[in-house]
């Protein structure tokens, strides 16, 4: 299959006639089935019809992706919740109302319409309204129901930058809609109001504290940062190995100067056995580092440019052939907490806890 890779710019959200007319195009291609990957402001997403499924098995087929990991269903208008959503709560307005457009996707009980093959087997289905433009119009002409996980191979990090869709998905899908690099760089907060009280199976932009005083009492999945809970992830997707380099990754937790100490050591070690090393730090200590391939996230106190630029950096060292890597530990409360727990994941859980009491 030739896939087409058309650039819109949508300066502050306006279109030019152009533009308008590729993005009317590209939603026409959704609702005869096609696959369309387009920016958010989270990561890109690779969509589809949501009410479609086949245009959903073949999101799965697209992205090597296990059809028990659900995909999240995005509107562009308030309204159409009630289509696809069997009972619309009062939480869920009032977070809607609040948070959307915008990083945040409730789980919620299905409506008839939406195909089991959307929503992985379950009763319940995700929904998001993204904030960015080009995703909304889109959505818009697309037929109002599109159904887009992240525009990766499944196990990869996720694309912040339409580089990386066209390196996963060439080939495989009708159109691929460059618009940049987009805002937040991880995806959605992800809380399931299908439990009492709501649950936060996926840590995000949207913090925990932001949705308690909305809603008042919200918990979270003990899974989301402790591995070693031995419990399964509530949302399935959670499950995967995820966002990972090809390169071993290694998570450094504890003092700034004890983390880049030890860090330096391990890359010493590396270089001499003829491994090409690499490092994930802050401004603070960048240069300190003595690994081959140094990527600067931005300052500690930076949380958004730690987030936007996590994925990019990963991509990054495969590209470079960097094999063994290891990454500066941030603070895992607010935005930190996805950023964490992202990390995590991709590094397999592999930390060493420098400032652990010893056992
Ligand atoms: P992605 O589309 O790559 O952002 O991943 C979507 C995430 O949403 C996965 O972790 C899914 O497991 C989760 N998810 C989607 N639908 C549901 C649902 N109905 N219940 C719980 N988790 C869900
Ligand atoms: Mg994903």
Redesign the pocket.
Known sequence: METKVIKIQAENGVFSKAEEEALRLAGENLQQGGLVAFPTETVYGLGGDALNPASSRKIYAAKGRPSD????VHISRLEDIYEIVDTVSEDAIKIAREFWPGPL?M?LPKSAKVPYET?GG?D???VRMPSHPVARKLIEYGGGYIAA??ANISGKPSPTVAKYVIEDMDGKIDVIIDGGEVGIGL?ST?I?LTVTPPEI??PGYITDKMLAEVLGQVDTDVTILHAESGQAP?????KYRHYAPKGELTVVQGAPEAVAAYINSCTTADKQKGYKTGVIGTQEMANVYQADVIKVVGSRQDEESIGRHLYSFLREFDDEQVTRIYSESFASEGFGQAIMNRLLKAAGHNIVRLDAPEV
Do not use: F
């Open positions: 990991n659900p995909l999240i996707t789980i929503t379950l319940t289905v995700a996980p992240s995806e992800i399931d199976l996926r509530k949302a399935p997707g959670m």
